[in-house]
């Protein structure tokens, strides 16, 4: 690091984007234009510096959120920042490696295409930005494409994201006409010449844009007076505020997620990059910007607050693990939120209860890494040598331990059976699973103890292909794979009451437990739910772990169909015992067969994953793509237009979407494509549901 920069000189931010909005481009002319690469590396190409693992220049995409420091010396007032910038996939399938950033980022910059604007993806990275509170500021990108629309795209941001947007720019030419950027603040016309745009030229606006220049201007001041109280007096008296008073009130309204400022401009062909930097600087948070981190005390379950603040207690969040692939261990990404640690230091995961190492310390760029001695409250570090840390896990000082709240992660909805070609290759496959849902939460694996089958579950077909990949290329592991299954789930419909007797007499000392139980939905997504309401002891204490267990085994493994059930709210009520003969195996059993019990009567159902589809085509071909997704049990719940293409909008079981990919293309002629996303679980038809029982029941 070539000098320590001040908090408030501090800049954590992601790039985050649908897939193919120009992310990992724009990232790449941030590393250019900040000096970090001396070649700007292109996706197209192959050569991103950011999407350095061998699938993601295969493929064209990024699959893995990469890390990196750079530093930026802004085009106005040459004021200097440190930026540690993660770069995030746009394909849902990878929807992991974007929760877990956005976490532990302070600010972002989402990336539009402005040919396409808002699309599935954009949304669902918004919801996740609000979720974890991140200002952030948007970027238009493609303006030198065919169809693109600055308007279009910030219309789609209030309708589709209900966002207020703040127009800071306007394009001057559109498409292959595309020359330049107004900048609506200072007013002035920029360009950018030379080798990749390095050469920035500020002159006056050209006059046949001069009136939309001040009527966008007027509306951005309206827009801002109406978060600023200062300013609200002003425009009323119809006085203009100065540059100096609009600044601060811009990046308070940013930071305080009131407003989304929006900049323009082509990442291909080195227009407006430099400027959205300049942004970040000026309006997105630094650590010192964002609320004091909160979290429990392990040994009283206490709150706590930890300020951004090197002289507080240490304590920081694991938010990504990957295996090193020198075979040197694990490389743990963390944010520190407050205190130092330092390399050879001793600190406590306490979400585990157990002391780690901190043997390495590493600033990430990309695939490479500086040693450094020390990482420090608000920055970004990497730790070679942490055993049993992994993704979401708190490190703290030991004298002053501290839990912070967990990264929560999407179930996955796609299954494979996964076989090693070989003998010699199941331990090889074991240890290679064990090593990727490591990094990867997303990621399950099982293994049948009846069948000795291994099913691995994830986000999509894509997601489980690259798994496949990783397996073979990083492990040297060559696997078999089964057909894509559907992760159903299990759910009842109704309360119901029963009970549930295990009884066994056969000479010398018998089995007795007896348990009465009250079952009824529990709200979406809450999951199991188990209450003891035992009153006057008709079932001791130590019993009631039993019946528990009992429940929720046979839950797990399935009572309609062989599904997770999933969303019951169980009342343990009544029960009866016997002083000799009762015993926690009697009361497991005697619970796993009251919920069968209470099940039957209350209408247990199969749910199946549902998914939001849009797909993009030529219009001439959307005709055939509605009528196909009816075919598959699709919903449509729009249809709209995109430049001269047409954008169709459904809800379809993920059931019915195996081989879509294969199917879109030859009705298209191969330029349709589409993107879909999990959306929700809904009822199974029971048709269906009572072929899938009957399957699997053989």
């Given at each position: 690091m070539s000098k320590d920069y001040p908090l408030q000189d501090i800049r954590n931010i992601g790039i985050i984007a649908h897939i193919d909005a120009g992310k990992t481009t724009t990232s790449e002319r941030i590393l250019y234009y900040t000096g970090r690469t001396y070649k700007i590396g292109e996706v197209h190409e192959g050569a991103a510096t950011m999407d350095y693992m061998a699938q993601e220049q295969e493929r064209g995409i990024t699959i893995t959120a990469a890390a990196t420091t750079c530093f930026w010396k802004t085009t106005v007032d040459s004021k200097e920042i440190q930026i540690n910038l993660i770069d995030t996939p746009g394909h849902i399938d990878f929807t992991v490696e974007v929760q877990r950033s956005l976490r532990v980022l302070d600010g972002g910059v989402v990336v539009f295409d402005g040919v396409a604007g808002v699309e599935p993806q954009s949304e669902t990275v918004w919801r996740q930005a609000d979720k974890y509170g991140v200002p952030r500021i948007c970027f238009v990108n493609k303006l030198d494409r065919t169809g693109a629309s600055l308007e279009r795209c910030i219309d789609m941001i209030v309708d589709r994201l209900a966002a207020k947007p703040l127009v800071m720019q306007l394009n001057v030419g559109l498409e292959s006409d595309f020359a330049g950027i107004i900048d609506l603040l200072r007013m002035e016309y920029i360009t950018f010449s030379g080798d990749k745009g390095t050469e920035i030229t500020r002159g006056p606006i050209p006059a046949s844009h001069v009136d939309a220049a001040k009527a966008a201007r007027e509306k951005m001041i309206e827009t801002l007076a109406e978060t600023d109280d200062v300013l609200m007096e002003k425009y009323l008296m119809e006085e203009t505020p100065s540059i100096e008073e609009m600044v601060p009130a811009i990046r308070r309204a940013t930071i305080e997620r009131k407003l989304f400022p929006v900049f323009c401009g082509s990442a291909l062909k080195n227009k407006g990059?430099?400027?959205?930097?300049?942004?970040?600087?000026?309006?997105?948070?630094?650590?010192?910007?964002?609320?004091?981190?909160?979290?429990?005390?392990?040994?009283?379950?206490?709150?706590?607050?930890?300020?951004?603040?090197?002289?507080?207690?240490?304590?920081?969040?694991?938010?990504?693990?990957?295996?090193?692939?020198?075979?040197?261990?694990?490389l743990a990404f963390f944010r520190v939120y407050s205190g130092v640690v330092e390399q050879g230091q001793t600190v406590i995961n306490t979400t585990k209860g157990k002391q780690e190492r901190v043997s390495r310390l590493y600033q990430m760029h990309a695939n490479k890494r500086e040693p450094i001695s020390s990482v420090s409250a608000g920055n970004i570090g990497v730790s070679l040598g942490l055993k049993d840390s992994i993704t979401g896990d708190t490190l703290s000082d030991i004298d002053d331990p501290i839990v912070l709240e967990k990264i929560s992660f999407p179930e996955p909805v796609v299954k494979i059976s996964v076989e090693p070609k070989t003998t010699a290759d199941q331990d090889k496959m074991g240890k290679a699973l064990r090593a990727l849902s490591d990094e990867d939460p997303t990621l399950h694996y099982a293994t049948d103890a009846e069948t000795g089958q291994t099913t691995l579950a994830g986000m999509g077909e894509l997601h489980l292909d690259v798994i496949v990949d990783r397996m073979k290329r990083e492990y040297n592991v060559e696997v078999k794979t089964g057909r894509p299954s559907v992760a159903y789930r299990e759910t009842i419909t109704r309360a119901a009451k029963a009970r549930g007797t295990f009884k066994r007499q056969s000479g010398g000392k018998g089995q007795f437990g007896d348990c009465a139980i009250e079952i009824e939905p529990n709200e979406a997504g809450k999951g199991f739910e188990f209450l003891n309401e035992i009153v006057g002891g008709s079932i001791p204490r130590e019993y009631i772990p039993a019946v528990e267990k009992g429940i929720k085994e046979a839950m797990e493994a399935g009572i309609v169909a062989g599904y997770p059930m999933v969303d019951v709210r169980v009342k343990l009520v009544d029960g009866s015992f016997h002083e000799v003969d009762s015993s926690e195996m009697a009361f497991k059993i005697a619970g796993s067969f009251a919920i069968k019990e209470a099940v039957a009567k209350a209408g247990g159902v199969v749910m199946e994953p549902i998914m939001k589809v849009e797909v993009v085509v030529p219009e001439d071909y959307t005709g055939s793509v509605v009528g196909n997704l009816n075919s598959r049990r699709g919903i449509i719940n729009s249809l709209d237009k995109r430049g001269n293409a047409g954008a169709v909008n459904a809800a379809v079981p993920l059931s019915e979407m195996f081989g879509y990919a294969t199917e879109l293309r030859g009705m298209t002629q191969g330029r349709g494509n589409f993107v879909m996303e999990f959306d929700h679980y809904a009822q199974l038809p029971r048709n269906l549901a009572d072929e899938l029982i009957g399957k699997n029941s053989k």
């Amino acid at each position: 690091m070539s000098k320590d920069y001040p908090l408030q000189d501090i800049r954590n931010i992601g790039i985050i984007a649908h897939i193919d909005a120009g992310k990992t481009t724009t990232s790449e002319r941030i590393l250019y234009y900040t000096g970090r690469t001396y070649k700007i590396g292109e996706v197209h190409e192959g050569a991103a510096t950011m999407d350095y693992m061998a699938q993601e220049q295969e493929r064209g995409i990024t699959i893995t959120a990469a890390a990196t420091t750079c530093f930026w010396k802004t085009t106005v007032d040459s004021k200097e920042i440190q930026i540690n910038l993660i770069d995030t996939p746009g394909h849902i399938d990878f929807t992991v490696e974007v929760q877990r950033s956005l976490r532990v980022l302070d600010g972002g910059v989402v990336v539009f295409d402005g040919v396409a604007g808002v699309e599935p993806q954009s949304e669902t990275v918004w919801r996740q930005a609000d979720k974890y509170g991140v200002p952030r500021i948007c970027f238009v990108n493609k303006l030198d494409r065919t169809g693109a629309s600055l308007e279009r795209c910030i219309d789609m941001i209030v309708d589709r994201l209900a966002a207020k947007p703040l127009v800071m720019q306007l394009n001057v030419g559109l498409e292959s006409d595309f020359a330049g950027i107004i900048d609506l603040l200072r007013m002035e016309y920029i360009t950018f010449s030379g080798d990749k745009g390095t050469e920035i030229t500020r002159g006056p606006i050209p006059a046949s844009h001069v009136d939309a220049a001040k009527a966008a201007r007027e509306k951005m001041i309206e827009t801002l007076a109406e978060t600023d109280d200062v300013l609200m007096e002003k425009y009323l008296m119809e006085e203009t505020p100065s540059i100096e008073e609009m600044v601060p009130a811009i990046r308070r309204a940013t930071i305080e997620r009131k407003l989304f400022p929006v900049f323009c401009g082509s990442a291909l062909k080195n227009k407006g990059v430099q400027l959205v930097l300049d942004a970040v600087a000026t309006y997105l948070p630094s650590p010192l910007d964002v609320p004091p981190t909160t979290g429990t005390n392990p040994r009283t379950d206490e709150p706590l607050v930890r300020n951004t603040n090197a002289k507080e207690p240490f304590a920081a969040l694991v938010f990504k693990v990957i295996n090193d692939p020198t075979g040197m261990g694990k490389l743990a990404f963390f944010r520190v939120y407050s205190g130092v640690v330092e390399q050879g230091q001793t600190v406590i995961n306490t979400t585990k209860g157990k002391q780690e190492r901190v043997s390495r310390l590493y600033q990430m760029h990309a695939n490479k890494r500086e040693p450094i001695s020390s990482v420090s409250a608000g920055n970004i570090g990497v730790s070679l040598g942490l055993k049993d840390s992994i993704t979401g896990d708190t490190l703290s000082d030991i004298d002053d331990p501290i839990v912070l709240e967990k990264i929560s992660f999407p179930e996955p909805v796609v299954k494979i059976s996964v076989e090693p070609k070989t003998t010699a290759d199941q331990d090889k496959m074991g240890k290679a699973l064990r090593a990727l849902s490591d990094e990867d939460p997303t990621l399950h694996y099982a293994t049948d103890a009846e069948t000795g089958q291994t099913t691995l579950a994830g986000m999509g077909e894509l997601h489980l292909d690259v798994i496949v990949d990783r397996m073979k290329r990083e492990y040297n592991v060559e696997v078999k794979t089964g057909r894509p299954s559907v992760a159903y789930r299990e759910t009842i419909t109704r309360a119901a009451k029963a009970r549930g007797t295990f009884k066994r007499q056969s000479g010398g000392k018998g089995q007795f437990g007896d348990c009465a139980i009250e079952i009824e939905p529990n709200e979406a997504g809450k999951g199991f739910e188990f209450l003891n309401e035992i009153v006057g002891g008709s079932i001791p204490r130590e019993y009631i772990p039993a019946v528990e267990k009992g429940i929720k085994e046979a839950m797990e493994a399935g009572i309609v169909a062989g599904y997770p059930m999933v969303d019951v709210r169980v009342k343990l009520v009544d029960g009866s015992f016997h002083e000799v003969d009762s015993s926690e195996m009697a009361f497991k059993i005697a619970g796993s067969f009251a919920i069968k019990e209470a099940v039957a009567k209350a209408g247990g159902v199969v749910m199946e994953p549902i998914m939001k589809v849009e797909v993009v085509v030529p219009e001439d071909y959307t005709g055939s793509v509605v009528g196909n997704l009816n075919s598959r049990r699709g919903i449509i719940n729009s249809l709209d237009k995109r430049g001269n293409a047409g954008a169709v909008n459904a809800a379809v079981p993920l059931s019915e979407m195996f081989g879509y990919a294969t199917e879109l293309r030859g009705m298209t002629q191969g330029r349709g494509n589409f993107v879909m996303e999990f959306d929700h679980y809904a009822q199974l038809p029971r048709n269906l549901a009572d072929e899938l029982i009957g399957k699997n029941s053989k």
